[in-house]
Nanobody, 115 residues
Framework: QLQASGGGLVQPGGSLRLSCAAS????????MGWYRQAPGKQRELVGI???????NYAYSVKGRFTISGDNAKKTVSLQMNSLKPEDTAVYYC???????????WGQGTQVTVSS
């Protein structure tokens, strides 16, 4: 229902862009964003964007990552700059619909930051 793309291997200091699109099965979304899960760690919020365009980021990525999206089109992207080895994780696209309240998750895309 959520299809993510754009992961890969990048050197420290490099950039990657992740994209995600929701299928037609998902009628509407009110919030979209990204979570990530590193090996041996819990899944954590990276950032979200609301239908009104408000964004919220994890402290660890502020100033380096930028979320953009169009909830009407059900798409969201994550521009990741100045990547660090600690950004290595599986990144999951996320969407929330308020009527009824439903969480949607993408299949995950691997991001590896290594020299």
């Amino acid at each position: 229902q959520l299809q993510a793309s754009g992961g890969g291997l990048v050197q420290p200091g490099g950039s990657l862009r992740l994209s995600c699109a929701a299928s037609g099965i998902i009628f509407s979304v009110n919030v979209m964003g990204w979570y990530r899960q590193a090996p041996g760690k819990q899944r954590e919020l990276v950032g979200i964007i609301t239908g009104g365009g408000s964004t919220n980021y994890a402290y660890s990525v502020k100033g380096r990552f930028t979320i953009s999206g169009d909830n009407a089109k059900k798409t969201v992207s994550l521009q990741m700059n100045s990547l660090k080895p600690e950004d290595t994780a599986v990144y999951y696209c996320y969407a929330w619909s308020k009527g009824p309240s439903t969480d949607y998750w993408g299949q995950g895309t691997q991001v590896t930051v290594s020299s």
